[in-house]
């Protein structure tokens, strides 16, 4: 057997390598470390010998593999010249595939030795992946979310890159995947991730119309291989079925189907692997893709592009959880109070309606878990604030009505002017923590200070009434029990108050343009609850989000929003040329959370940035129309989140939380799977329904 055609940049003396221990078994033979000795320099580098010929396992080998080695020795002095040529064709088959792939996450070939014959590839430091799973389950830990998103995203790669080259790969499991960097169990950062897709020996070069064929692993195969044996024509999509069981093992740390007997006729009527309640709390997005990926019919998954397309977005890893409010009414205020820690829950959302009653939705720290409907019969509420364990609702009479958080009833209420003949809702509220206030201002351009241990209103203090509207509060903390109250206002214009203790020390104003324009309304403030004291503000109409140094009193940095288009979206799904105008650009919602600032604009879009450079980040449109707000939710530690939670009975810990989450509530929901899929995800969401969005908040750096 010769294979002179590859000249001597692939032909591998024998004498120029050493065999080392062996590394695994497969169905074509044993693999082996083995060191190499360089062209020129004659050091010596390590590689893995692809035996294609039997080859003694040596002292120490399992029983199971020295059994497996004299069985194919025997036949092959049996008949030598018919396993000869099979590994001949073996050999070249894989051969003729290896040459031609240039790729960072494929395997790439070193040569070829021909006594004893054998593929030479690069070694694989850390081994197959299957033992790194098995390994993690052993441990009761799990794949760390961005991890798993670099794995599926580097397999998805490769997958997409022989899919343009015109080859079917046809057995992508977690044993054909090799690991050169990967995280140990339990460890910190840095989580460096490199995986390569290797063994191609039943890879096929497929034509237009498809390829014809019987090859796959059981349970990883598709369907319509397995139907009819692989007598009619199948295209690529097979590796995609494949893909969507080889998430099911990165999620579970479980093959597909274990312990079950006849998989063929389980996947052939429908069936699948199943879940435990700990699993399904991986991002939605992830389910929903591997779910897509093993759909029965060919047409209905997606391709390897489409896959690296949604791997890629930034939601991905994101997304915890959708509800839909079930309605379409408007959402006019929202506020986040933090549960008792002994309930499993995190957190409870309170959101105004239109209706005359609020929705109070309960989250856990992966999904939300309840919704629960709040009358306030013959109210508008136009603002809600959390002030210590009481929730303070204002209305559009100027009345503030106080709710016990837990009781869900109303403690007491007051009025803000009761002898005014003019009715004007209250617009916007803060509560002063340091101050031990609560700063509340009307459409009229009324200011006042509350203290928020009273619920009579005793105490009331009118800090301005101006004429104009007040459209935004926001406090800022400073050191030496001092704060500011930034308070948005007409013609471009903030008023700031310096408050020491519960006194009012001082006001200025800033204005973003001078001279002053009647045209433009301050109507959005928000502040760091951390670092160095900043806000930042919206002015509108525009597209601009200022940020403040509160010291100096001066813009430090400007974000252009009408200058940023969301990413995570497909040639079917968006015309950026059509939609990107300045008034769907305008902001809708903002917030500060630790080292990003999040903004929500008029078109759906969430755009997050760097919140002491305003430095873009990434842009995505999670919905169909305007961001109404964007909260942050109080973190809270759970048991579950401890290592020592693992045990043998359930070695799969869930999905662990970000440090931090935050939620969205907008209009009309756009499913990620379904921009690159017609018809992606099972549900079919009402577009002009208000749905309220769970997320992570951690590492966007890595988008």
């Known amino acids: 057997m010769v294979f002179l055609d590859l000249g001597e940049r692939f032909l591998i003396n024998s004498d120029h390598i050493k065999k080392g221990k062996m590394l695994g078994r497969g169905a074509f033979g044993f693999v082996f470390r083995a060191g190499m000795k360089q062209r020129g320099s004659g050091n010596y580098i390590d590689v893995a010998m692809k035996m294609l010929q039997p080859v003694d396992p040596g002292y120490g080998a399992r029983h199971s593999d020295t059994i497996a080695y004299k069985a194919a020795w025997n036949k092959w002095q049996r008949d030598p010249l018919q396993y000869a040529c099979k590994a001949y064709c073996t050999a070249r088959q894989e051969l003729n595939i290896l ?7 494929i395997v790439p070939l070193v040569g070829v030795c021909t006594q004893p014959l054998a593929l030479v590839l690069h070694l694989a430091t850390l081994g197959a992946l299957d033992g790194i799973l098995r390994n993690y389950r052993r441990s009761g830990a799990h794949l760390e979310l961005f991890s798993l998103q670099k794995v599926i995203l580097q397999v998805a790669k490769a997958l997409e890159y022989l899919h343009q080259q015109h080859i079917i790969y046809r057995d992508l499991k977690s044993e054909n995947v090799l690991v050169w960097e990967f995280p140990a169990p339990f460890q910190a950062e840095p989580l460096t ?21 019987f090859g796959g692993t059981e349970g990883f195969m598709a369907p319509e291989i397995m139907r009819y044996n692989g007598e009619e024509e199948y295209t690529e999509k097979v590796d995609c079925f494949s893909f969507g069981m080889f998430m099911y093992e990165l999620l579970t740390l479980r ?5 079950h007997d006849c998989v063929k006729d389980h996947i052939l009527d429908g069936g699948r ?61 929202t506020g986040v109070t933090a549960l008792p820690s002994e309930e499993d829950t995190n957190c409870e959302l309170w959101l105004g309606k239109m209706a ?46 106080i709710y016990g958080a837990q009781t869900y009833t109303e403690i007491a209420s007051f009025s803000l002017c009761p002898d005014s003949p ?140 009408s200058k940023l288009a ?116 099972s549900i079919d969401y009402a577009q002009q329904s208000m749905y309220v969005l769970l997320w992570r908040t951690d590492n966007w750096m890595d988008t």
């Open 356 to 401: 005359q009653h609020l929705d109070l939705l309960t989250c856990n720290s992966n999904n939300w878990t309840d919704l629960k409907t709040l009358p306030v019969d013959n109210i508008t509420v136009t603002c809600l604030c959390v002030v210590n364990d009481a929730i303070w609702l204002g209305d559009s009479r100027t009345v503030i009505r």
């Open 99 to 105: 040459l031609s792939l240039r790729h960072p996450h």
């Open 193 to 213: 991730v490199d995986v390569k897709l290797a063994d191609y020996g039943i890879s096929r070069s497929t034509l237009p119309t498809g390829t014809k064929g």
């Open 422 to 561: 003019i009715v004007s809702a209250v617009r916007s509220m803060h509560h002063l923590v340091s101050a031990g206030r609560v700063a509340i201002a009307t459409n009229g351009g009324q200011v006042w200070l509350c203290p928020d241990n009273v619920l009579t209103g005793e105490g009331l203090q009118e800090l301005a009434t101006t004429g104009t509207s007040v459209f935004c509060l926001c406090g800022v903390d400073l050191p030496e029990d001092k704060c500011e109250l930034w308070c948005g206002r007409a013609q471009g214009a903030a008023s700031i108050y310096s408050i020491q203790g519960s006194i009012v020390s001082g006001q200025e104003v800033v204005s973003h343009c001078d001279p002053p324009m009647d045209s433009l309304d301050v109507s959005f403030l928000c502040s760091s609850p951390e670092g160095v004291p900043t806000v930042w503000s919206y002015v509108y109409p525009g597209c601009v989000v200022y940020q403040w140094d509160c010291t100096s009193r001066t813009v430090l940095h400007r974000l252009d929003c």
């Open 255 to 259: 093959l597909p189907f274990e312990g």
């Open 566 to 681: 969301p990413c995570s979206e497909s040639l079917l799904s968006i015309s950026i040329e059509e939609h990107l105008s300045p008034g769907r650009c305008q902001v809708t919602a903002m917030a500060a959370l630790g080292n990003e600032l999040y903004v929500g604009t008029t078109w759906g879009c969430v755009i997050v940035a760097e919140s002491h450079t305003m430095r873009p980040i990434t842009v995505f449109r999670p919905f169909e129309e305007e961001v109404k707000a964007i909260l942050p939710l109080p973190a809270k530690q759970s048991p579950m989140q401890s290592s020592s939670s693992a045990s043998a009975e359930s070695p799969v810990p869930p999905a662990p939380r970000a440090s931090a989450t935050l939620a969205t509530v907008g209009k009309g929901y756009r499913n990620l799977i379904g921009r690159y899929l017609p018809t992606g995800g």
């Open 273 to 333: 692997p199943v879940f435990t309640s700990r699993e399904v709390t991986y991002p939605a997005y992830m389910m929903d893709l591997m779910i897509a990926c093993w759909s029965q019919q060919p047409r209905d998954r997606p391709s390897a592009s489409q896959i690296v397309s949604i791997a890629s977005a930034p939601e991905f890893t994101r997304l915890l959880d959708i509800a839909s409010l079930q309605s379409n009414e408007a959402v006019l205020c």
